[in-house]
């Protein structure tokens, strides 16, 4: 691997390598049809352009992809999994990642300020990437106005691959600082199942009687996985 994290070093000699001229007609066919004139791997070879400049990146990001298992795993991936099983140095995994963020930042926009309901889709497709290809659990709390619109967005606790604590009563006074009328619990499910657990049950029920007891609802509980979400009300547990 060279200092770049390329796996392909550049050709020696004066002449020109035979990636050149594929950068550009990639680059031109992108600009030309969009997103949808190009494959996967091929949205990953835009990106890793600027990071690899004189290496070909096109068995780079097959192989990334091939790692990982799609598009969305290699760019949800942290940084310590791209530099392991990615085999990709700094300059490529800052590319990816600040991709990664950007995406999910836009996303955030959409959803902050404004009513969940009514931007239910919006909502699930933020937090599926934020935190569906986790490798680790994440509890995230959402913080509802009396307009049910979004006005905060908190992660309270990372923990293991299988568990991350949750203490109502934190649940309940970070509610009442910020003079919400209600919350939504989102947690992961690292294994890719959305399912909730009879753990993840004993858990809701607790954090509804906290916020119960200070007059603020429990709208929903969402589980994310790779495999899509569960929702706690929908599923008549709440």
Same mark, same amino acid.
């Given at each position: 691997m060279t200092r770049d994290g390329d796996l392909f070093p550049p050709p020696k000699g004066d002449e020109p /390598?035979? *990636?050149v001229g594929h950068r550009e007609r990639l680059r031109q066919?992108? #600009?030309a049809g969009g997103p949808d004139a190009v494959a996967d791997y091929e949205i990953l070879e835009l990106l890793l352009f600027a990071a690899l400049p004189r290496r070909d990146v096109k068995p780079l990001a097959k192989t990334l992809? %091939?790692?990982? %298992?799609s598009l969305g795993a #290699? =760019?949800?991936a942290d940084a310590a999994a791209l530099e392991r099983r990615g085999k990709l140095g700094p300059a490529a995994v800052a590319t990816l990642k600040t991709v990664s963020a950007a995406a999910e930042r836009m996303l955030r926009e959409r959803v902050m300020a404004r009513p969940v309901i009514s931007n239910w889709q919006a909502l699930l497709d933020y937090l599926g990437l934020a935190m569906g290809h986790l490798p680790h659990e994440q509890f995230r709390l959402l913080f509802l106005d009396r307009k049910n619109a979004l006005i905060a967005d908190e992660v309270q606790q990372r923990g293991t691959v299988d568990h991350a604590p949750v203490y109502p009563r934190e649940v309940a006074r970070r509610a009442l600082? =910020? *003079? @919400?009328?209600a919350v939504i619990l989102v947690h992961n *499910? /690292?294994?890719g199942d959305p399912q909730p657990s009879? @753990?993840?049950?004993?858990?809701t029920r607790q954090v509804a009687g906290a916020l119960q007891a200070i007059s603020v @609802? =429990? *709208?929903d509980h969402l589980v994310i996985g790779r495999q899509g979400h569960a929702s706690f009300r929908g599923m008549g547990l709440l």
């Open positions: /390598p035979h *990636h066919r992108f #600009v992809i %091939g790692t990982f %298992g #290699v =760019l949800s600082e =910020l *003079h @919400a009328s *499910h /690292p294994s009879t @753990a993840d049950i004993d858990m @609802a =429990l *709208h």
